[in-house]
């Protein structure tokens, strides 16, 4: 893998001289909208925007800003969380049932949504739905141990059983920008050493900050490849080209997908978008000449 230049996730994350990373990630053109006519919606600012209202307890103001995230990226699990943690938060029990089941139907790894899930049932009067999300919180902290995720589990129990405040849960959204770089940078030096489970798990981390952001979506595509997972590699892919039509690592990713999996032709319409996108030539570009010339 050779190197790229990372688009910066935060203007407080700054990228030290020579560091290494997995070819492909590219840094893209801007936001491109559906239509002319239709108003830019930047997911990637509107979650940030209903982060930022989250973290302080504006509830109604991140309710709206997750709503246009999901206008655009309707399957996102950590938008579709946060806005059922916000209508939770308003008491709005019944709308933040479906976000909430829409969150672990995309990633069931989303402890504290099952809280707040097992907490809406109860109040919506869904005991018995109530029960198996509490069940199946008990066996996970009965596996967990003293593991990572103890203090998400042990909060996300009280949930359920209606006996933890806001200020608990709100402290273990994981929302810390710092803390979502970290992970980012952490995730590519994995990817580099070929460790794709921790990468993964590292990418989610970062993606609960910094949502549906292109470049966290191209390596998750990137990593669910390189683990055979091709439906998921697919999605990511497609995801974060709908978002960054010229992202120039998702097209080259998205079109090393079409050789991996025999569809050359598709390939090439791929190579022909990243040569109308790099005019004077890039490293995608030719990176995917070669996967298609040793293919053929």
């Known amino acids: ?50 982060v930022a209202a989250l973290k302080i307890g504006e509830n109604k103001k991140a309710e709206k800003a997750f709503k246009k995230v999901l206008r655009v990226v309707r399957k996102h699990p950590g ?52 029960e198996i ?27 359920a059983n ?15 920008s710092n803390a979502g770089d970290a992970h ?27 949502g549906p952001h292109p470049d966290i979506l191209t390596y998750q595509g990137f990593v669910n490849r390189k683990l055979g997972n091709y439906a998921e590699a697919l999605s990511f892919y497609t995801t974060a080209l709908a978002i960054e039509p010229e992202h120039r690592g998702a097209n080259e990713y998205l079109g090393e997908y079409y050789v991996e999996t025999g569809q050359i032709t598709l390939a090439k319409i791929q190579l022909k978008k990243l040569e109308d996108i790099c005019e004077f030539g890039c490293e995608q570009a030719e990176e995917l000449r070669r996967w298609i010339s040793a293919a053929s």
């Open 133 to 159: 999300q509490k069940k199946t919180l008990l066996e996970l902290q009965k596996a967990c141990g003293d593991c990572k995720d103890k203090a998400s589990i042990e909060t996300a129990l009280k949930l």
């Open 184 to 210: 980012y940078l952490a995730a590519v030096g994995k990817i580099n050493s070929g460790d794709y489970d921790s990468a993964l798990v590292l990418l989610k981390e970062s993606a609960q900050m910094f």
């Open 162 to 176: 209606g006996a933890s405040s806001a200020s608990e849960t709100t402290s273990l959204l994981k929302l810390d």
């Open 1 to 50: 893998m050779n190197k790229f230049v990372v688009l910066t996730l935060s203007l407080a994350l700054t990228i030290l001289s020579g560091t290494s990373f997995a070819s492909g990630g590219g840094t893209g053109g801007g936001f491109s909208s559906p239509s002319q006519s239709a108003p830019v919606i930047d997911p990637v600012e509107k979650y940030q925007e209903g």
């Open 79 to 130: 938008a579709n969380y946060l806005l059922g943690v916000s209508l939770f938060e308003q008491a709005k029990y019944k709308k933040a049932r479906k976000p909430l089941e829409k969150s672990l139907k995309y990633d069931d790894s989303l402890v504290l949504a099952r809280g707040y899930l097992a907490a809406t049932y109860q109040r919506t009067k869904k005991t018995d739905k109530a």
